[in-house]
């Protein structure tokens, strides 16, 4: 039986619990993309709070690959300096770190990028602000090569691991879909074509980093879109990334345009309303042999460990932390009272317009404790 508070290796990758800090966009970069010094106190008190593996919000790999402000980059060495004090705050307290790499593809905007976004197609669904370009062949190579360079930085800089951004509607998830890949090329029609840039990229991030460094996916086990990636299609996204040796797929669903099926779903607050991917990650734990994570809406400890026994290898949380980086502690103390989050995404907020997210809710109880006493 599968304890929370296990230790586990993935590819020799030692965790001290199953908690996993899912990435987390924190908007505590300039607007090159180099981290501040706020960032690493963030991932310092994530670390200190006890949680296993921190995942770091998304970094593009590319400047074309940019989306929300604030973002990291590790698409040069000039931020090598700043970068390593990162990973070495988490070191620090006993920590491991994992950095997400992405490139936003269709979902983000000219301004943004400074030039027309580019996708696997040229059409305008739901999630892209405005029509991106199609990818030549040229461009494919080339982000494919970024994802390697990317993932060969961040193992020089001191990341445990990295995990590839496959999910959320972003450029990888944009090939996997057959809405957004409209493609008549290799990349494109039949799923195992969808899945070629996937696959290719997986496969210059792992020949960048070697077979001993971990290397994690985390992919949608569906779009929650009419016409998007499907169950059926993830299903074979994973085994072939199974049959790769990826270290372990992290499960996630949807897009901006999911309606209230997003990745970032308001509003859980019931038992019954938590663990909104569960379903899906269990599917694909039972045709994978790596470790599968599972994340979206896991606030009690009850329903955590329903889906430890449910087969799931690790619990991945996103905003609990932001109100309470020090949950796992808390847990682990004997406070088992459920995460205080409630989900309302008022820390989106802060991170577009302070430099950095924040729990709007926590910051305002805090001021009125103040205020009355
Ligand atoms: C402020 C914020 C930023 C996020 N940034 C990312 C990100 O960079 N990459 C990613 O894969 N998911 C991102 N997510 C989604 C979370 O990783 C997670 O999948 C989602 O919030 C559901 O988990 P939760 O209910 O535990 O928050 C973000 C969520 C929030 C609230």
Not at 355 to 371: L, P, Q
């Amino acid at each position: 039986m599968k304890e929370l508070f296990d230790s586990t290796t993935i590819n020799g990758m030692t965790l001290r619990n199953r908690f996993v800090r899912s990435a987390t966009w924190e908007g505590m970069c300039e607007d090159n993309g180099r981290p501040t010094p706020r960032l690493a106190s963030c991932y310092s008190d994530l670390a200190a709070g006890g949680v296993g593996l921190i995942i770091t919000g998304y970094a593009f790999v590319r400047p074309d690959g940019k989306q929300m402000p604030g973002k990291m980059g590790i698409h040069t060495d000039d931020f090598a300096p700043d970068i390593k004090s990162l990973t070495e705050a988490v070191h620090s307290h006993g920590g491991r770190i994992c950095i997400q790499l992405v490139h936003a593809g269709g979902q983000t905007t000219a301004k943004t990028v400074g030039r027309r976004p580019l996708a696997p197609s040229a059409v305008k669904v739901g999630q892209f602000p405005e029509e991106p370009g199609a990818m030549t062949q040229g461009d494919i190579d080339g982000i494919i090569a970024a994802f390697g360079d990317g993932a060969r930085r961040a193992k020089e800089y001191g990341f445990d691991a990295v995990q590839l951004h496959a999910a959320h509607g972003y450029l990888i998830n944009q090939f996997l879909s057959p809405l957004t890949n409209q493609r008549t090329d290799g990349y494109g029609g039949p799923v195992e074509n969808r899945c070629r840039f996937l696959l290719e990229v997986y496969r210059s991030v792992r020949a960048a980093v070697g077979p001993d460094f971990p290397v994690l996916v985390k992919l949608n086990g569906s779009d929650n879109l009419e016409g998007g990636l499907d169950i059926k299609d993830a299903v074979y996204a994973a085994r072939l990334l199974d049959k790769e040796e990826i270290d372990a797929i992290e499960v996630s669903g949807g897009t901006s345009a999911s309606g209230d099926k997003t990745p970032v779903r308001t509003k859980i607050d019931s038992p019954e309303k938590e663990a909104y991917n569960a379903g899906l990650a269990g599917e694909i734990r039972m045709a994978v042999s790596c470790p599968v994570m599972a994340v979206g809406g896991f606030r009690s400890l009850e329903v955590i460990r329903g889906a430890l026994g449910d087969g799931i290898d690790y619990i991945s949380m996103s905003r609990p932390f932001i109100r309470e980086p020090r949950l796992v502690e808390r847990w682990k103390k004997g406070d088992h009272a459920p995460a205080r989050c409630i989900s309302c995404n008022g820390c989106f907020r802060p991170g577009l317009k302070e430099g950095g997210i924040y729990c709007v809710v926590e910051k305002k109880e805090a001021e009125e404790r103040a205020n009355k006493g």
